[in-house]
């Protein structure tokens, strides 16, 4: 099952106490997935389409409920894809054209709204269910194992704008971009795609998306942990090979036991113990030395060995 699929199937058992919220909801799923037939003499018939059964009964469930309205569902299965399509149509009958009106698809001279109307998202619990509604019809996630990214699909400008607005109302990071003849607002990062969830009431699907953030994150900072490490040893080794050759030069140009004691004894020091890091050579020395007298000590047997023609 599909991350959005679970979103989905969530938020469609979720019914709001207030029929304004009901109605909100209504709207957006029948805007995003919905289609109107202007039959003639003003009468309208809608059809609305999902791939997700929850969805479709929550369809029926809320025409039914708030304006008893007569419908017919199909369900149809795709050859290619291999699932069901759930129709649900919704004839012209007496009380349609009201019920159009009340719910934002007919804006009161009875013509087609293009966007959404102010009245059904005055309050924020409204706008909360108008954006729950709208991901139920057009909304979509991808797996957060993968990488953060929500989506609202929809081939109406003025639709997107109006829920770019909304979603930014409740200050969630959002923009807006178009693909060919489709507009889609979308959330690139996981706090902000958590903050949404959230709004929307989809805290089941939330905590499932936290534990992922938090394997991932972890995943993340052990992969940097160990990166570094490994640039750390890297830069030891390098460092170690160098000091070596300068020893070697200098005791066949010189000889070890011709040079000052302190460097006499980081040389033999390093011959001794090749993998050793400079706080681990300074704690070898007799007395223990700071790591800032091994680096001084280092940079005067580098300085004699350049001079004697290295």
Same mark, same amino acid.
């Given at each position: 099952?599909?991350?959005?699929t ?9 019914? &709001?106490?207030?029929k ?7 709207? $957006?799923?029948?805007?995003?997935d *919905? ?8 009468? /309208? $018939?809608?059809?609305?389409? %999902?791939?997700?059964?929850a =969805? ?6 809320? %025409?039914?409920?708030? !304006?008893?309205?007569k419908?017919?569902?199909? =369900?149809r ?40 109307? &102010?009245?059904?998202?005055r ?5 909360a269910?108008?954006?729950r509604?709208?991901f139920m ?6 797996? &957060?194992?993968k990488?953060?990214? !929500?989506?609202?699909?929809?081939? @109406?400008?003025?639709?997107?704008l ?33 903050n ?5 009431g ?17 995943? @993340?900072?052990? @992969? ?5 490490? %490994?640039?750390?040893i ?5 460092? $170690?090979?160098l000091q070596?050759?300068?020893?070697? !030069?200098?005791d066949?140009? =010189? ?5 000052? *004691? ?10 001794? /113990?090749?993998?050793?890091n ?12 700071s790591k800032?007298?091994i680096?001084?000590r ?13």
């Amino acid at each position: 099952m599909s991350f959005s699929t679970q979103i989905k199937n969530e938020l469609a058992r979720i019914y &709001p106490n207030g029929k304004c919220c009901r109605m909100a909801e209504l709207s $957006a799923l029948l805007k995003l997935d *919905g289609s109107f037939h202007i039959l003639g003499k003003g009468k /309208f $018939a809608i059809h609305a389409s %999902t791939e997700n059964a929850a =969805v479709a009964r929550k369809i029926v469930k809320l %025409t039914s409920e708030l !304006f008893n309205l007569k419908h017919e569902v199909l =369900v149809r299965r795709s050859v290619l894809r291999k699932n069901n399509n759930y129709v649900i149509y919704i004839p012209s009958q007496s009380h349609l054209n009201q019920t159009l009106n009340e719910i934002g698809i007919l804006d009161d001279k009875m013509i087609i709204a293009p966007g959404i109307v &102010p009245r059904l998202v005055r309050k924020d619990c409204c706008a909360a269910s108008y954006l729950r509604g709208a991901f139920m019809g057009g909304g979509s996630m991808g797996n &957060p194992a993968k990488g953060y990214h !929500f989506e609202l699909d929809t081939d @109406n400008e003025q639709l997107a704008l109006d829920l770019l607005s909304l979603c930014k109302r409740f200050k969630l990071s959002v923009k807006l971009s178009s693909r060919k003849k489709n507009y889609l607002i979308y959330i690139k990062d996981g706090e902000g795609i958590v903050n949404l969830l959230a709004l929307i009431g989809a805290h089941k699907t939330l905590l499932n998306l936290e534990d992922l953030r938090i394997v991932k994150d972890m995943r @993340n900072k052990v @992969n940097r942990l160990v990166n570094c490490d %490994t640039a750390n040893i890297d830069k030891t080794v390098k460092a $170690a090979l160098l000091q070596l050759k300068d020893i070697a !030069f200098l005791d066949e140009e =010189v000889g070890l036991s011709r040079l000052p *004691g302190s460097l006499q004894e980081v040389a033999c020091k390093r011959l001794q /113990f090749p993998q050793a890091n400079v706080r681990e050579l300074g704690e070898l020395c007799e007395p223990p030395l700071s790591k800032s007298a091994i680096y001084h000590r280092i940079r005067r047997i580098r300085k004699l060995s350049e001079k004697l023609g290295r």
